[in-house]
């Protein structure tokens, strides 16, 4: 006899309404869900969708208010790196069509940080390929920070080289980087799916040693690389674990000649429901709308804008972003504003605590965690 594959089940009208009034509650008093709440969320029709935004929205406002905080990248070394990382366009082998260069100078960095900050970016990235830095390239990027600092003191950065060595966190908190970031990308258990050269306890060492230097840790996921809804919880919880400040949430692009290159698996609608469970599960940390915004949120952009507090501005690493001018008005006309240097991103406790753990004291938020 043949059997019939039933379609995972959704959850009806009125426990959607308890299950949003439940994570609401829970997120505003910084609990995090319970697993079965946070798969239940994933479940949930696309007709309860604007309702999923709203409830997470509610959570965004009580924290973030209506702010947009604005990001920029500087790639400051891009492709030829020895690691596979298959989501990725400068991984070994890569035959995707991208620039190809090795380090750009500190004042070609300073430039481009400066324009950025006149554009209304808030925080500067500094990204480079490569499993990890050299302790030359730790100095190189240390006067990088200098650079910047210098022209724009009040301006945040991050910095973002792969696996770093004994010391190479110390330096960098030492030269004036105010943060860290290296993502977990996916769920432990599927981690070798999308890496063989290193691996997912190598990425959690980085982020632990980041942060006990004092930086801000940054780490977040990409989507859509053949995730079920368990991984996407268990990489959610796996990051809430480590206690980030920032949370980047990347959705795939599958660039051609990568071994993901065919993958188109996400449609906006779940792009949004992971959004809300990021939300729900980082209640007052920054969620950041990263790579991929443009070609899987497609339309419904600014609805994400409901969920995330940050956005990277421009383009990406090695592929063009929305032109900033298309960013700035997408985020007026969706009554936001842009966060000013002046204003403080994270909520009080936390910002607190990122200024305890930079003097190397307290590692823990004070309550409700
Ligand atoms: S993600 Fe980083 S480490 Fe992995 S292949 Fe790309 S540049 Fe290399």
């Not at 063989?196 to 190598?202: K, L, P, S």
Request: hydrophobic residues 45%; glycine residues 8%.
């Amino acid at each position: 006899m043949k059997t019939m594959t039933q379609p995972p089940a959704t959850p009806a009208r009125d426990d959607v309404a308890d299950l949003l009034s439940a994570l609401t509650a829970a997120a505003l008093e910084r609990r995090r869900p319970a697993r079965e709440q946070a798969l239940a969320l994933l479940a949930t029709p696309d007709e309860d969708l604007l309702d999923v935004i709203a409830a997470a929205g509610r959570v965004r406002r009580a924290h973030f208010g209506r702010r947009v905080k604005l990001n920029y990248l500087v790639n400051m070394k891009s492709g030829l790196c020895p690691e596979d990382c298959f989501y990725c366009s400068q991984r070994l082998g890569s035959q995707a069509e991208i620039l190809k260069y090795s380090w750009i100078a500190p004042d070609e960095a300073a430039a481009l940080a400066a324009k950025a900050v006149d554009a209304g970016a808030k925080r500067v990235c500094l990204v480079a390929s490569g499993r990890g830095p050299s302790d030359r390239d730790v100095e190189r990027v240390a006067d990088t920070v200098a650079a910047i600092k210098g022209g724009t003191p009040d301006v945040e950065v991050c910095v973002c080289l792969g696996l770093l060595k004994a010391g190479q966190a110390t330096r960098l908190a030492a030269a004036g980087a105010d943060a860290y970031s290296h993502n977990l990308n996916t769920a432990e258990e599927k981690y070798a799916d999308i890496c063989t050269t290193h691996t997912f306890a190598d990425r959690v060492h980085t982020l632990q040693d980041a942060t006990g230097a004092g930086l801000s840790p940054c780490s977040g996921a990409i989507f859509g690389m053949g995730e079920s809804d368990e991984d996407v919880v268990s990489v959610a919880f796996a990051l809430r674990d480590l206690d980030p400040n920032s949370v980047p949430v990347n959705f795939l692009i599958p660039f051609e000649g990568t071994p993901l290159g065919d993958r188109w698996d996400l449609t906006p609608a779940r792009c949004l429901r992971i959004l809300a469970l990021f939300r729900f599960v980082f209640p007052d940390v920054e969620v950041r709308l990263a790579g991929g915004r443009e070609i899987h949120l497609r339309t419904l952009q600014p609805l994400a804008l409901h969920l995330a507090n940050a956005i990277f501005l421009g383009d990406y690493l090695t592929s063009e972003g929305a032109p900033g001018a298309a960013d700035l008005a997408m985020i007026a006309d969706a009554g936001f504003t842009v966060e000013g240097r002046e204003e403080t991103t994270l909520p009080t406790a936390r910002a607190e605590q990122v200024a305890l753990r930079r003097r190397g004291a307290g590692t823990e938020l004070p309550a409700n965690t």
